[in-house]
């Protein structure tokens, strides 16, 4: 009969357990409960050309993407998750690990640069949007947002969401790898 | 400084905590008295460290210091002096902030109020909250500080949404807390008692009070939380069932069901086991709801993704907390021996019924919050489980809990008389059932079952109180003879009854319509004619409106109400808002709402006729009168002094 | 009456109250869970007809039209890849615009077109207290309010 009063607890360990395992899988970048699924995957990427964020005569667009593996981060000053992942893309910057290329979302250009500024500036360079057009093209619902774009210039993954050490280690950095030795 | 010196009163806190914690248990344990004496110096203390990190923190907000991560984020240099202040618990951290400032201001009271119970029953309720306030300030400490600096300071604030700059949104968070909070009085009880080993009548009797009144605060709680989303969304709408308001409703819901249950164990020294499960169920509810909403698993809606780390950290302190409590409780249960027993028919069947019923509706609830979860996390497809779930499952637990609550407060312990009974309440009985199909029907023209049943349930659990105050009045003193808890009881049940008519008719009778109006046009609707008279278009001090101007008669040409809603744009953050033009009564609302101008000077416009809406918050005031007039009765005044009493076995309280 | 028969009947009536409450819960969530779809999951038709879903997407371009008189509203839903068309009748939330995220949720007719009871603009998701959170959240359904920012913000 004693066991009757061990229900409770199991019952409640049950439970944690699932928690812990959404935890752990939100942690890892396998569950991400904004996830909507993307049609864009294995798509050529909407073809773009925005100004510079820095040099507003200069363009960035879907060429800059050829030949090579890049990241593609939205991003933006008013953006408070934004400043959670910068830090790491700082980091993978100095490890040269990817060239990230930046999408100014919506935002002012001074309070771009001053936030560039301040913080550091991890990417290759930043395309200017600020109307959000190409965000619209790209599927973008919110901001912070990465793509990873092939030597083709088609897009593999979209994370929406800030990007961890963890969420890279798991689920980008095999298929930059893997993406590098595909034949392009 | 200021900020820094927030920063350290926490840590202070947390040091207090630690002390509080830990101590005066040991000295229960080793029998040392000078260790116990601690627990009361260490609650002040922990007090006085809470109160001072949260002044700092006001302080900052205050003096618009914007070097403050936290503040430059929810406030800004133009934000009004009162908002300001409120702006403290806008966001995250500051309101985990003020949940530890509220956890530290229960332990306070317990410490203040508990003078004549035993010194080492307070030692150890007060190291148990002491546990639970390590938790919140660790977490604060290490993953949501209110006073990180920001390098390098920001200009200005990002501002408070004007949506929060409200007298109602003001006050809900705070009334929830302190209810949420207010159950880790009675949880600390529970778990004081089961490391004692010794489940009484006694600690029943000591925590009650502090119970109900944790309860009535959640009770207003969530019906500010209601009323606001009604008034303010210029929806009409007044429950979602989304998954934060069920985090609310959960504790609620089992929160009810102690506060009968620990009634049942003071009387009849029965139900202790069970008791003592929903106390820790009722604060593991809160925490879990704060888990949830926190953490991120729950919905997109509110994911909170920037750090996961937060969400492991709840779940440590969560499987530490409820997982402890509930090992506690399978070491210890099994010894305790209920005495008082019972026949079928008697007042414990009935409360142990209408406990069950709210276990499982808690269940459902629980069941309905998580599902969408559970098919996502296993990639089983992205769902939403809406409304009508909740309201399938409701009101069929609903009902028979009504029916039980007219008869069963007024029945014997021990054992009652089917047969008496039925002959003391087949009046009632039939009186209800002519009412449910009658008044409706008088009113209305028409009657669904649903509303029958609604109406007739309602006037069940008033008459059944009416019939049973008559029968104490007869055979006590008269009215002065009647127990402050008894009407108390009777004010509850009683606004219970108001609750179950407004929901039932204002759902079965509300007219609603979306209609593209002009100027100049009007619509009939439920005996009422609206006219859509004209819109200016009306400068604010930080907004520009369209101010509608809307002319209600009654179908003798008579004016019923002038309505002015209106539709504002906020100046600096382009944000519009709708402002509804509400004309409220007793027995029924007019609302009117301005959606968008559709051109050629039209515009679609939302008209609803409420009837009895006011109802819900009407008798969520009665059941929060009912719990401070059962709370305040002089039996716990009186209480420690016979807690000796009372520990030595049953008392036959038979009427009371 | 023995106490142990009593106990007997006791739990008798607790698990029967349990079981039959738990098949009430699980009926009725069998029936009343709505699913999400994209414009290219249901044209591919894997979305149920005849039964309440949720369609999500972008709003696209120069695509919301109003019947002239009427409260009637159509736009098409994308998810850049497909959309689908959408008619909805009544107050479209203040959030609403062309070329942000929607969510909708209603059925699909068999003219390919889906019919919107309900009809959710995305929001802001910078981070507040759950309950002033689910406030502004209902705000931004039910169309009192707009977030500061004008993309959306995890």
């Known amino acids: 009969m004693k066991a009757r009063f061990l229900i409770p607890l199991g019952l409640f360990l049950a439970l944690a357990g699932l928690f812990w395992f959404v935890l752990n899988q939100m942690n890892r970048g396998d569950y991400n409960p904004r996830e909507l699924p993307s049609a864009l995957i294995d798509k050529p990427a909407p073809t773009f050309s925005l100004p510079n964020l820095h040099q507003p005569d200069q363009t960035i667009g879907t060429p800059n993407f050829l030949g090579q593996v890049s990241l593609f981060n939205v991003w933006a000053s008013w953006c408070v998750s934004c400043r959670v992942e910068h830090p790491f893309f700082m980091e993978l910057a100095r490890r040269n690990e990817v060239p990230i290329y930046g999408l100014n979302y919506k935002d002012e250009r001074a309070d771009a640069l001053r936030w560039l500024d301040q913080l550091g500036n991890p990417y290759v360079a930043s395309a200017f949007d600020f109307e959000g057009r190409v965000g619209i093209d790209w599927g973008v619902y919110g901001v912070p947002e990465t793509f990873v774009v092939d030597k083709a210039g088609k897009i593999r993954m979209r994370f929406p969401g800030p990007v961890t050490e963890a969420i890279w280690n798991r689920k980008f950095a095999p298929l930059i790898a893997q993406l590098r030795s595909e034949q392009g | 400084m200021v900020p820094e010196l927030g920063h350290f009163a926490l840590i202070l806190a947390l040091c207090v905590a630690i002390v509080q914690a830990t101590v005066p248990l040991a000295g229960t344990v080793w029998r040392v008295p000078g260790w116990i004496a601690l627990a009361r110096p260490a609650a002040s203390a922990q007090m006085l460290f809470l109160v001072l990190a949260f002044g700092a923190l006001v302080w900052s907000f205050i003096a618009n210091d914007f070097s403050v991560a936290y503040v430059a984020q929810n406030s800004n240099s133009a934000l009004p002096l009162e908002y300001r202040i409120s702006a403290v618990w806008g966001g995250h951290e500051g309101s985990l902030l003020l949940w530890g400032l509220i956890l530290g201001g229960w332990t306070f009271a317990v410490a203040m109020f508990s003078r004549r119970l035993p010194d080492d029953m307070v030692a150890r309720v007060i190291a148990v909250m002491g546990l639970i306030s390590i938790g919140f300030l660790l977490f604060m400490l290490l993953t949501s500080n209110p006073f990180d600096r920001l390098v390098p300071p920001a200009p200005d604030g990002r501002d408070l949404n004007p949506l929060l700059q409200d007298f109602g949104l003001i006050v809900h968070p705070p009334m929830l807390y302190m209810g949420y909070v207010g159950f880790s009085v009675a949880f600390a009880f529970a778990i004081a008692a089961l490391i004692e080993g010794r489940l009484d009548a006694t600690w029943a009797r000591w925590s009650r009070p502090w119970t109900i009144v944790a309860w009535v605060f959640m009770t207003f709680g969530i019906a500010l939380g209601s009323w606001w989303a009604y008034y303010e969304l210029g929806w009409g709408g007044w429950w979602f069932w989304d998954p934060v308001e069920n985090a609310s409703f959960m504790p609620w819901l089992i929160g009810t069901a102690l506060i009968h249950s620990l009634a049942v164990s003071e009387k009849r020294n029965t139900f202790k086991n069970w008791t003592v499960l929903l106390a820790i169920f009722a604060f593991s509810l809160s925490l879990l709801g704060t888990f949830l909403v926190r953490s991120g698993v729950l919905t997109s809606v509110h994911a909170f993704a920037s750090d996961p780390a937060r969400g492991i950290f709840i779940l440590a302190f969560l499987l530490l907390v409820i997982g402890g409590s509930l090992a506690l409780f399978a070491w210890r249960a099994p010894a305790v021996k209920s005495t008082g027993h019972f026949q079928l028919v008697a007042r414990e069947t009935a409360m142990l019924s209408g406990n069950v019923l709210l276990v499982v509706a808690m269940g459902a609830v629980l069941l309905g919050t998580l599902y969408p979860l559970i098919l996502d996390a296993f990639a089983l497809g992205k769902i939403s489980v809406g409304p009508p779930y909740f309201n399938a499952v409701f009101v069929p637990l609903m009902a028979p809990l009504l029916l039980i609550l007219g008869v069963g407060p007024h029945m014997r312990w021990k054992q009652d008389d089917a047969a008496t009974l039925l002959r003391r309440y087949r009046f009632v009985l039939l009186v209800s059932v002519v009412a449910g199909i009658l008044l409706p029907l008088v009113a209305y023209g028409t009657v669904t079952p649903g509303v029958g049943l609604g109406v007739a349930l309602a006037c069940w659990v008033v008459g059944g109180s009416v019939v049973d105050l008559g029968r104490r009045v007869r055979t006590s003193r008269g009215l002065r003879g009647v127990p402050r808890s008894y009407w108390g009881m009777t004010t509850a049940h009683a606004g219970l009854a108001v609750v179950v008519v407004g929901v039932t008719l204002t759902s079965a009778y509300s007219t609603e319509s979306d209609v593209r109006m002009a100027p100049g046009e009007s619509l009939e609707m439920a005996g009422y004619t609206f006219h859509f008279d004209s819109v200016d278009q009306v400068a604010g001090p930080n907004y520009d409106a369209s101010f509608g101007h809307f002319r209600i008669t009654a179908a003798d040409g008579s004016q019923v109400a002038r309505l002015n809603p209106e539709k504002r744009i906020y100046r600096v953050q382009t944000m519009p808002m709708t402002e509804a033009g509400i004309d409220g009564g007793l027995f029924r609302d007019l609302f009117i709402a301005m959606g968008e101008p559709l051109g050629d000077g039209a515009w679609a416009v939302r008209i609803y006729h409420k009837p009895f809406i006011a109802w819900l918050w009407l008798g969520a005031i009665l059941m929060g009168c009912g719990g401070l007039l059962a709370a305040s009765d002089r039996r716990y005044r009186l209480a420690v002094k016979s807690a000796q009493a009372a520990t030595v076995g049953p008392v036959a309280t038979a009427e009371s | ?154």
């Open chain 3, 1 to 154: 009456m023995k106490a142990r028969h009593k106990r007997i009947i006791f739990v008798a009536i607790a698990i029967v109250g349990v079981a039959v409450a738990a098949a009430l819960a699980l009926s009725a969530l069998q029936s009343n869970i709505a699913y999400f779809f994209s414009p290219t999951q249901v044209l591919a038709g894997e979305a149920p007809k005849g039964k309440v879903f949720r369609l999500g997407g972008m709003v696209v371009e120069g695509s919301m039209a109003r019947k002239p008189g009427e409260l009637t509203v159509s736009f098409a839903v994308t998810d850049t890849a497909k959309s689908v068309t959408v008619s909805y009748t009544g107050i479209l939330p203040d959030l609403f615009g062309e070329g942000q995220g929607v969510v909708t949720r209603g059925k699909l007719g068999s003219d390919g077109v889906f019919y919107a009871e309900e009809v959710l603009a995305k929001h802001d998701e910078s981070y507040m207290p759950p309950e002033v959170q689910d406030a502004v959240d209902k705000a931004q359904k039910m169309g009192v309010t707009k977030p500061a920012a004008s993309g959306g913000n995890y």
